[in-house]
């Protein structure tokens, strides 16, 4: 067995974060740059606060590469910290490998996820060569010119600690075991970067954690809520809102006001437009949440334009045509809420999709339908910071 290249064990970075400071935390970016934009400008990050970003900038959008420059031309003068994620890995550890087979792996992914995600970071770098992948490119050659003309960008994700521990918090994209960090360095960070359903493992801490990596709606049972869960009770924070992972998704941004402080607060950002509601409307009383694991369905028949009906463990659901797996009728290729949200007129509101004259919206990090009629939001309208 070969050793593993060093980005891919875990290292833990120390460090002191200023106090009377605030602590700007992201995680997730998953090439979403304007977003990511979006979000510091909001929190009016400056030189006095401290950033840190807990892993996945890459891949599931379309600006892998300006997530990486940014973070790389803020880290020059601000204080960043950017840990390593599972996603970025995988793209580093094929682009880096020395095993045709490995690289060529992420030749063929690239169609499906220019497919899924609009492109990913090779095709990202292939564009900047000049070197389109469509034309059956050399991929020795592509991978020899990608590792000289991104050195830097290359170098800079090599570089990116595991975990970051500081006195009173301790940052991973996965999860931790627990906190006696110098046993798990040098071994193989996998299993704290791709640690799936973090919370299921029941663990508390006495000092928080804070991950990304699973969306934070992925914990919640009544409602497709993204914003962050902090669990007082255990020191947990997960902070991911889904920003790439689900259309639908937003890029969490955690306040935390002074590392001396338990307050919280946080913001989101998205790449989605933004609507206003003309008209209020009732919520939903019963409604079902369908769940990415739970989603095989009965299809019933057309529902109108745009939607079909469904039966979900025995439950009568009204979902969009498109919501369908085309490959297996028989399940949903999303998770799907039939929630009719609350809102009051004049709420600015994400718009992810219409359908037939219904809206699929975010309002207040939850997901759900609004019915009513849409205007173009005011341009100055400001996502609200709320207390965790
Ligand atoms: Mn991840």
């Known amino acids: 067995m070969t050793a593993l290249p060093a980005y891919r064990t875990v290292s833990v970075r120390r460090a002191e974060l200023p106090a009377g400071r605030r ?7 998953h090439g979403h740059a304007e977003a990511l934009k979006k979000v510091l400008r909001r929190a009016a990050f400056s030189r006095e606060d401290t950033l840190v970003v807990v892993g996945d900038l890459l891949e599931k959008g379309t600006g892998s590469l300006a997530v990486v420059r940014t973070l790389m031309e803020l880290s020059k003068d601000h204080r960043v910290y950017t840990l390593m ?29 220019k497919n899924w995600w609009g492109g990913c970071l090779l095709m990202e770098m292939c564009s900047e060569l000049g070197l389109p992948l469509e034309d059956g490119a050399d991929e020795a050659v592509v991978i020899r010119a990608i590792r000289g003309r991104f050195e830097g960008e290359l170098s800079f994700l090599q570089g990116l600690p595991t975990i970051l521990d500081t006195p009173r918090m301790t940052f991973v994209h996965g999860g931790v075991p ?27 801490f006495p000092k928080y954690v804070t991950v990304g990596h699973w969306p934070a709606v992925l914990y919640r049972d009544d409602r ?11 020191n947990i924070l997960c902070l991911d809102g889904g920003c790439g992972v689900k259309k639908s998704g937003q890029l969490n941004c955690v306040i935390w006001e002074d590392p001396a402080s338990d307050h919280f607060s946080f913001i989101w950002e998205d790449e989605l437009p933004r609507v206003r509601a003309m008209a209020g409307q009732e919520a939903s009383d019963h409604y079902s949440y369908i769940k990415y694991h739970d989603r095989e369905v009965t299809v019933l028949g057309k529902a109108g334009p745009e939607y079909t009906l469904v039966s979900w463990h025995g439950r009568k659901v009204r979902v969009p045509d498109t919501a369908i797996d085309r490959e297996q009728p028989g399940r949903l290729n999303t998770d799907y809420t039939d929630y009719v949200l609350p809102v009051r007129e004049g709420d600015v509101m994400s718009l992810v ?21 849409i205007a173009p939001a005011d341009e100055n309208w400001v996502v609200p910071e709320r207390t965790l």
């Not at 602590?23 to 970016?29: F, G, N, Q, R, T």
């Open 23 to 29: 602590v700007l935390i992201l995680s997730d970016i």
């Open 85 to 113: 994620g599972n996603m970025d890995v995988f793209t580093l550890s094929k682009l880096l490998s020395d095993d045709p087979k490995q690289r060529h792996s992420l030749f063929e992914l690239a169609p499906k996820m």
């Open 178 to 204: 627990h906190l006696r960090l110098i046993e798990l360095s040098g071994k193989d960070s996998d299993p704290y970067l791709k640690c799936d359903d973090f919370l299921a493992r029941g663990l508390s």
């Open 224 to 234: 497709m809520d993204m914003s962050p869960l902090l669990l007082r009770e255990r």
């Open 353 to 373: 999709r219409s359908f037939g004259g219904r809206h699929y919206v975010r309002l207040n990090s939850v997901l759900g339908w609004y019915e009513g009629p």
